[in-house]
């Protein structure tokens, strides 16, 4: 399958309460991106700005940050003509290659607000790059890097300037090259993008990744529906298939995000954990995760326990 590495620039509302700003609350206003060889080298180019149609202004974050003039992007065509040019250039069996998760969300958003198909059967699988960044040279830390700094930390050389939708790519796409060449083991880590619920049981997404699994839903009325659902709420050993015992049950720190502990005898500590998603109608879905854990990351999600159990015992 072919790598497409992307990247969009997008302005926003100057004023925050126009009628569209909820429905496409970033515009997008150019379009770069880089095609890879099976050797993860950039071989072909796609970059084009985005006539706007929405927010004719350019907001002050926007012109700050990336020295776009909307007399240039006036020069562009709208984005129903641009996205057709990007697809027929992206041809077919590809999967996109981002810095973090937003771009797929707005590309989505935009792609909706037009009344255009979506990127295919919801989610859809990508590779984000900063992601992988962090688990190969930050220890997996939950932070994400800033594309610039992990540029200077894998000392590239900075031979474009940044913040165009082209040459973010372009950095993108050199920071995925020395990424895929030194860990390729990583590669296996694809994300994916929950703009859109799974339409159906059959669309779900069941991964094992070796060392976590992943399981998101399609989607239930709501949240109370989607708790009580025994595939959302049990907790089954993915090494060997056992369900097991609850040692610590489902409990909430936030409202949003669910843990739950048991153990297996044969494999050891199994951490699980929920993320109630909300979908545009007002329902929701769910994305779970399973992971085997160290004794140390289990008393870390009892601690959590213990400080909701704490909080919740001051309000009574
Ligand atoms: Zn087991």
Redesign the pocket.
Known sequence: MKIIVLDLEWNQSSTGNEPETEKIPFEIIEIGAVGLSDDYRMIREFSEFVKPQVYKKMHSYTSKLIHIQMSQLETGDPFPEVSKKFFDWCGEDYIFCTWGSSDLTELQRNLAYYDLPLLGNAPVKYIDAQKLFSLVYENGSKNRKALESAVDQLDIEKDIPFHRAFSDAYYTAKIFERIAKERPDVLQYVSYDISYPPASHDDEINVDFGTYVKYISSTFEDKESALKDEKVSSMV?Y??G?VLKKKLNWFTTNDRHYYALAN?D??GILKGKVRIQRTGDGKVFVVKTSKLVSKETAAEIRSKYNKVKQKNKQSD
């Open positions: 050993c090494k060997c056992k297996c044969k494999h």
